[in-house]
């Protein structure tokens, strides 16, 4: 019973990070069709920035709770960095066949990976002091770090607060109309510019978000955003290229399975992932949610 | 219909039924084409020609209802056993292989219907044969002094005729011709549908023809077919048609108005 | 009537010189040279099948990675478990196990276009290098396989011969052949009645169904035709590398596959070949310079899309046409 416990705690950890990650995606393609090939890197952005500032802080007398909303540069980090790639190199390019626009955010994953490694070097960074600071929680016979739980709650607060803004606001209005007829909103006076940047600069919140939220249990390394992109990609194709439900669902289902995936069958975690997305492609192009 | 009884109906449809969600697009419609015959199908917009067309070419499926090609249930079929059984189609928005030399478009057509697009290994052009007929069915067309430039980048009418010729150049049974004068001015008109007309019944086609210029319908139709809300509204010669009440209520009075 | 008609015939002349100097190449210049061009020559053959896809289907797959690995890994595993030797047999061997995965992924790709066939494409090359990362006991793991250097045609390297002077030698001639081969071959597949098929699917799939082309199944044979190039470049590349890892199926060489492909101009059949040809010059240099040739590649990548979308190609195009017209306003002396 415990152990199904934190299989599912486990599960739910990882999708909650998965969910800043591919939600990130999935928003920025609901809105603009671009499918942000960088957008792992500034997951990595954000995971770096927050080890870095935290890294410079701790021992110098800040108080611990400070540290954990320190860690929030690692976000305004990266949404700064989006608000200024957006107008300057993706902007040229939507009148461009979306072959192009592929090619440039690729073009973009390779500078910033590099980018990452210049400034921060090849060592991995850890604030591995926020995670034990946290303690651990008894859950019957087993302990379960408190840091993963606040994980998991912070996800489901950026889920909601998501739902929130893109329900109950004008900017989410604005965003949808957008997002379903951009000329339409054009029309009727929508400033298109001005939404996309603000939905690319959200979309990097996120994922810096999920790099930040991280970065105390798992550190940063070079070479995270890649492989992050590669899992959010499967929770969108799973959940549906710009929808924020399908990416929550996605998540989860991609957290359930990769934490089967383990202790199950170690060897083929990965393929197993990868193979459930080509599998729900081929069963529903658009995804479990997408508007087909 | 009673008249056509004695005529070969080459096509059938019977309560044929497409519906996107509330709009009843094509609704219960009983439509057939005699062989040899070119038919005008009229109606404003949105009177379901179109889908009409979509649904017995295959490119939507059908709700219910039957399609029966020359005595064949054809409901089912994909839209390559529709063509391999000689239903081909023009489109109301041009549907061209923009990047391909007009030649080109044409030469893929006859290549297609001769089943020689599986060739992996032999030069098109050194395919006299294929060139030839298609140099042929361009100059039919109108179009031969345009033979090496690219479909986009050719004049709406010289697109609107190409589409057209692409179609013919499948050799069809049954060719549909959506809207074939749509988009170009009124002077271009008549010399777009008498080059279509002309070559259509030079090579004995049965011909399905949208037109929304009353004109050039009664000109060149002497079966028309009138749709209204997804419905056959009448059937008959032009006279009947111009003297039908509910047509002269429901299209002719639009006309006019347009 | 010759079957070469004019334009046809103007290429095999414009083919000619660029072969002989090919030819002639090991002869006056150092032999790392010959085997960088070697490599780059092995990269253009994948370029090439990749854009039967991309320049002439339509398609953008981001995982041809896939294709060049089994190729590959298809060499290595021969070559280990069945102590082949000969190289016409491992082409072979890689050649069938890329036809087969291509057959089967493309049975799954072909039915999406746009983003979801680049992602789908994606998620399936991604299994497979997985796979090669996990199953380290039959892979190698990162430290990957080691292959011997093979007998061309029934002859073995000579004993004692330096490994370097084979390759940029005997091995060199034996790409070139290959080269030569794989592009004439594909030269004439997209000039054929199949390759304006698959063209006529890029431009406007709709109707290319309404003229009878059954566009699955086109897209199906292109995408395998695709991976049989792909793999014999992977195959073709063993020997050169003398190690097969899993670097080789990792997303990121379909990404440099991409890259090659728009570097030359994918809307050419030629701009692939010399989009791989420089941009294995260019990656050559660039990590030889600096640590962050990543990044340098990313920034030639941004310029090239933001200021030269057509390739070099296209921008040879543009200038020979600029200097023609130029020509023609000068009148004749
Ligand atoms: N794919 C579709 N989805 C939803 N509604 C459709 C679709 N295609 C057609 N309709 C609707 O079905 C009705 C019939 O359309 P159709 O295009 O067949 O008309 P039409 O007679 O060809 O008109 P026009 O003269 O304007 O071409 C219209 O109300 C149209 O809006
Ligand atoms: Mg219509």
Redesign the interface.
Known sequence: MDTLLIHILNSLLYAAVLFLIAGGLSLIYGVMHIVNLAHGNLYAFGAFVAAWTVGLLVGGGTPTPVLYLVLLAGPVVAAALGAVLEPTLLRPLYQRPEEYQLLITFGLLLILEDLIRLIWGPYPLSVSSLFEGMGSLNIGESIYPTYNLAVIVVGGLAAVGLWAFIYRTQFGVVLRATSQNMRMAQAMGVNVNRVYVQAFTLGCFMAGLGGAIVVPQQGAVLGMGVDALILAFVVVVIGGLGSLEGALVGALMVGVVRELGINLFPEVELAVLYLMAAVVLLIRPAGQFGRA | MEEDARAVSLLKTTQLTKYFGETHAVDHVDFTVTEGEVLALIGSNGAGKTTLINLISGLIPVDSGAIVFQGADITRDSIHEKIARGIARSFQLVNLFDQLTTLDNLALAIFSRDGKTRKLFTLSDADRAVRDEAVAVLQQFGLANKAGMVAGGLSQGERKLLDVAVAYALKPKLLFLDEPTSGVSTREKAPIMDIITSVVRAGKITAVIVEHDMDVVFKYCPRIVAMHQGTILADGTPEEIRNNAQVTANLLGAQAQS | ?S???GP?RRVLVAAGPIVVVLLILPWVVEPYQTVLLSYGLVFAIAALGFNLL?GYTGL?S?GHSAYFGVGAYAVAFTVKYLKVGSMELLLLAGILASALVAAVFGL?CV??T???F???T???S??LW??A???FWVTGGTDGLRVPTPTLLGVSIDAGQDKMAFLAHRYYYYVLVLFVAATA?MW??V???????L??I???E?????????VWH?RW?AFL?SGVFTGLAGALWVPLNGLTTPDILV??FS?EI??FT?LGG?KTFAGPIVGAVVFNYLKTFAVGYT?????F??????T???AL?TGIMGMVARLSQKWSQKWKRTPAP
């Not at chain 3, 000039?191 to 098929?197: E, Q, R, V």
């Not at chain 3, 590649?297 to 941004?302: I, P, S, T």
């Open positions: 009537m079957p070469v008609s046809n991309l953008l981001f799954v039915r999406y746009r983003i979801f680049g992602i789908l994606l998620a399936l991604q299994v997985s796979l990362f996990k199953f071959v004439v597949i000039h054929s009645p199949f390759g304006k098929a063209q006529a890029r431009d406007n709709t109707r290319a169904e309404f003229v009878g082309v059954q086109y044979v035709i997303w990121n990404g991409v890259f728009v994918f640590v962050y040739w990543q990044m590649l990313g920034v030639v990548l941004v090239l899309v933001l979308p």
